[in-house]
C-alpha cells in the first residue's frame, strides 16, 4: 500500500528528540560539510545526527570529528570491516535510540520544516516507511550532463508505485521495521534501497509519499560521474540475482526495462541528445551488469571443481 498525501506544517510536533539521523560518507568532505551544515541551519539541536566514515581515505572522517566535537547532538563512528554505504547505515543503526530513524546522504541539503512535515506525514498516512520529496539541483550555469541527470532522476513516487521502494538517500521509518525485518543488505554494491524496500513491502507495512518534505540533491555533472553510477547500478542488479533469485530472477537475465518514464526535454535537439545519452547509459548498466554476472559465474565454476 502506498499513501500519498499533500501536507502543510500547522503545527509544532516537538518529536525531534525520538528520531536519529543516520548520514554514511565516504571520501566527500565537502559533501559532508554540505550536509551537516544545512542541518544545523534548519533543524533543532534535540535532534540526533549519527555520521558514519565508510573507511575514507582522505579527510573526511577529520571533518565530520570536528563536528562531533562542537556539538553534543552529533556522534560520529566508523564502518571500516565492509566497503559498503548500506553498511555504514547498518552501523548507524545499531548507534540509533530513536523510535524513528532517518537516513540522508552526504551531499544533500534539507529546506525549513522538511523534517516536521515529513513526520506529520507519517502519522497522518500511518506509515512505516515514507519516502519525502528529492529535488536536483543542477547550478546556476547546469552542464549538458547536469541537466540530463536532472531530467531523469528520483521520480520518487513512480519508484514506489512501480518498483515498491525509495531511495536511501533521503528515508524515513519504524524502528520497529527494521528490529522486524532487519536491516540493509550490506553484500549489495548498489540495489540495498530496492531490496531493503520490497522486503518491507512484502511484509505488509506501509509506504509513504511526503511530496511537500523537500531535500535538495546535487546532480551528477559529469559524463564521468554518471558513467560510474550506471556501472554500479547494473552491477547491483546481478548481485540482486545472485543473492534473491526467486525475487529478481536468474543472473545473466538481464531484469525486464522500468515502466518509469522520464520527463521530456523542452527543444528537439535536447531530446536527441538526451535520447542518445539514454541509451549510452542503459548499455553501460548492461556493461556493468553482466560484468557482474561473469564474476558470479566464475566463483560458482571454482566451486565445482576439485580441491
Partial sequence: ????????????????????????????????????????????????????????????????KQYADEHDNITVDRETAIQSSYAARNKGIEHATGDILVFLDADQRVTDGWLDTALICLEEQEADYLAPNIELDAGDDP??????????????????????????????????????????????????????????????????????????????????????????????????????????????????????RSKQYDNSQGRLIFTLLTLIMTATRGLGYYRECLKVWGTRLRDKLPS
Fill in 1 to 64: 500500500m502506498i499513501i500519498i498525501s499533500d501536507t502543510h506544517l500547522n503545527q509544532d510536533t516537538n518529536c525531534t528528540n525520538s528520531v536519529s539521523l543516520i548520514i554514511p560518507i565516504y571520501n566527500d568532505p565537502n559533501g559532508a560539510r554540505e550536509t551537516v551544515n544545512s542541518l544545523l541551519e534548519h533543524m533543532t539541536d534535540v535532534l540526533k545526527i549519527i555520521i558514519i566514515d565508510n573507511n575514507s581515505t582522505d579527510n573526511t572522517y577529520k571533518i565530520a
Fill in 143 to 260: 552542464t549538458l550532463i547536469g541537466q540530463y541527470n536532472k531530467t531523469t532522476g528520483f521520480p520518487i513516487e513512480d519508484f514506489l508505485t512501480y518498483h515498491r521502494y525509495a531511495p536511501t538517500s533521503c528515508l524515513i521509518v519504524r524502528r520497529e521495521l527494521v528490529d522486524d525485518i532487519g536491516p540493509f543488505d550490506e553484500r549489495l554494491i548498489s540495489g540495498g534501497d530496492l531490496e531493503f524496500g520490497n522486503r518491507v513491502d512484502e511484509a505488509g507495512y506501509t509506504l509513504g509519499f511526503c511530496p511537500d518534505a523537500t531535500i535538495i540533491h546535487p546532480t551528477r555533472n559529469t559524463f564521468s560521474a554518471l558513467f560510474k553510477r550506471n556501472i554500479r547500478i547494473g552491477r547491483g542488479h546481478c548481485q540482486l540475482q545472485q543473492y534473491y533469485p526467486a525475487r529478481y530472477g536468474r543472473v545473466g537475465i538481464p531484469p525486464q526495462p522500468s515502466d518509469i
